[in-house]
């Protein structure tokens, strides 16, 4: 008698098991995909950019190498070059913002 019943719960136990499953990959799968962090930086310019502004801008750290900010800055402009259909202006504040933190002030003329 004893069999029978054990045998009774576990298909019982295995059921509710498995709905549980179904049910849990159902809102796996219906959840929304949202991307857990930004690529590019998003969002209108300052008047006149800050380091971490253009550190957002070239996605890198304010306190980031030269290679690192060149390599973002070479990333970024592909992407936004006005010769692949981008913009003059992105490309503008693009540029900026590898000048600001690589040091080169607005207008200088030192040459790299």
Known sequence: MEGPLAAGAAVGAA????????QAWNAFKARPLVPHARRFYEGGFEQVM????????LGVRESAVMEKIKEAHRRVMVVNHPDAG????????INEAKDMLIGRSKGGGSAF
Do not use: F, Q, V
Request: hydrophobic share 45%.
């Open 50 to 57: 800050s380091r971490r502004e253009a550190a957002l801008i």
């Open 15 to 22: 059921a509710l098991g498995a709905r549980y499953l179904i």
């Open 86 to 93: 981008g913009s003059h202006y992105l490309a503008s504040k």
